[in-house]
């Protein structure tokens, strides 16, 4: 069998759609082998087929996301053919941005989306004709690049930041994507805005806006915190300030005689 039509039966079980049978979104049909060709031209159904104005899925925004992704690149080059599963396998979709905790996992997740067809030369070309420009040079004014890209999504760089949406969707052209360091590594980071805003708003809510602010260690970008390191300063002040107040001892004694 074509290893593309080769399932990962572990992935649907963890996605969004797992209490799915396969003939809710195919066609019944299918059951019988060898299938007909022609089954393969019916259209399936889309994101907003299912989801659209449907109130107990309100909060994903789905009518807004697909009005923002209406205004991105791909499909103002593409059109309808590059459609929302071009980058959410509906077999396999989780929602991680909106419900993991751990900053890396989503990052990785994210990235692994486009990575799937931006990586991939044959998905690629399959979509567009001609060879994919490789990533590894067009971003290579980025230092650490492999760093950034295990701990920056794609669409940090690229795509509008939206307050009101949880992941923004209007993946902008290339002359609008960002390439100011201090845009991120600022007190006053983008990365609040996109990718830390699910953890900052929990973990405001948890312990009240000033102790997070205080503990919350995502406030200054790229400045690691090293355990070892701090403590040794703290052990370096100590040390300091004990040698003053022994020193200030002895002059006292020695005045007093
Ligand atoms: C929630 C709806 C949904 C369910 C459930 C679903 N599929 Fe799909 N499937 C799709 C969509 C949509 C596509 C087309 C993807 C695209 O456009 O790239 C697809 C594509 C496929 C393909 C073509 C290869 C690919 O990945 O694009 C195969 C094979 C397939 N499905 C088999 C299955 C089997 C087997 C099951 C049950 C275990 C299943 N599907 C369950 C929606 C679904
Ligand atoms: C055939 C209809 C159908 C299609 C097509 C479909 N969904 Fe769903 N989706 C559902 C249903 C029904 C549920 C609820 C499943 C459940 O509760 O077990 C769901 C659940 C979800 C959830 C989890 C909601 C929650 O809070 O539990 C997300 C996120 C989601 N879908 C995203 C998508 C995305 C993105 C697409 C397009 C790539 C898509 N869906 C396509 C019917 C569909
Ligand atoms: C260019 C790739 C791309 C396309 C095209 C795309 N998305 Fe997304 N979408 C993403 C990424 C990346 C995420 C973040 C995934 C995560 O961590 O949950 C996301 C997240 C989502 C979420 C979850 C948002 C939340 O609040 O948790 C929904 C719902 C969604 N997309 C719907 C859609 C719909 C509907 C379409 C088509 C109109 C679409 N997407 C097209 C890349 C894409
Ligand atoms: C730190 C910000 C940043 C990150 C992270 C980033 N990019 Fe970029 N990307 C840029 C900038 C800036 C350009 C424009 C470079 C130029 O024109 O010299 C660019 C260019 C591109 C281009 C245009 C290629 C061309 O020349 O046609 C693509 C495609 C692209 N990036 C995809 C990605 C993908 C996929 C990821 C995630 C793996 C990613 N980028 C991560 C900033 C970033
Ligand atoms: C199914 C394949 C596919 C996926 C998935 C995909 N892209 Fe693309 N992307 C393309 C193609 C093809 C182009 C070339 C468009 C063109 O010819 O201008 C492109 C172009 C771009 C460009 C450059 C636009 C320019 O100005 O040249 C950026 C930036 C980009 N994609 C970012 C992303 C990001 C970020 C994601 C994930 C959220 C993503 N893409 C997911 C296929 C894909
Ligand atoms: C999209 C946000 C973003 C942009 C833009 C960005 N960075 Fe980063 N950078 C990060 C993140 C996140 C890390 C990882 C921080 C960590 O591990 O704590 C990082 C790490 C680094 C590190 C490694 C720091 C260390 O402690 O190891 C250097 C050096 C760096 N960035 C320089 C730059 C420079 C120079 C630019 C501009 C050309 C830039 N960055 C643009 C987000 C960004």
Redesign the pocket.
């Known amino acids: 069998m074509n290893p593309y039509y080769i399932l990962d039966t572990m992935a649907i079980s963890a996605g969004?759609?797992?209490?799915?049978d396969c003939t809710?979104?195919h066609n019944s049909e299918y059951k019988t082998y060898p299938h007909k060709s022609d089954l393969k031209l019916q259209p399936?159904?889309?994101?907003?087929?299912?989801?659209g104005g449907d109130a107990?899925?309100a909060?994903?925004k789905?009518e807004e996301?697909e009005k923002e992704f209406k205004k991105s690149v791909h499909f103002k080059v593409y059109g309808e053919y590059f459609?929302?599963?071009k980058?959410?396998?509906?077999h396999t979709?989780?929602?991680t941005a909106?419900n993991s905790t751990n900053v890396l996992d989503i990052v990785d997740y994210n990235n692994k989306m486009c990575l799937s067809c931006h990586n991939d030369m044959k998905k690629y070309k399959l979509v567009s004709g001609h060879a994919n420009p490789k990533l590894v040079v067009i971003h290579d004014w980025l230092p650490n690049q492999e760093l950034h890209f295990r701990h920056v999504r794609c669409i940090e760089c690229h795509t509008e930041v939206r307050d009101s949406l949880m992941v923004s969707h209007n993946i902008l052209s290339k002359d609008h994507a960002s390439k100011k360091c201090a845009e991120c590594h600022s007190a006053n980071s983008k990365l609040k805005a996109s990718l830390y805003k699910y953890q900052n708003l929990q973990k405001r809510t948890e312990k009240g806006t000033i102790s997070s602010l205080l503990t919350n260690s995502s406030y200054t970008i790229g400045t690691h915190q090293s355990p070892l390191l701090k403590l040794l300063s703290i052990l370096i002040f100590l040390a300091v300030l004990s040698g003053i107040i022994i020193h200030s001892i002895f002059r006292i004694i020695k005045k007093k005689k």
């Open positions: 969004v759609h797992k209490s799915f809710d979104c399936l159904s889309t994101c907003l087929d299912c989801h107990s899925f909060k994903y789905f996301i459609n929302c599963s980058c959410h396998s509906q979709y989780v929602a909106r």
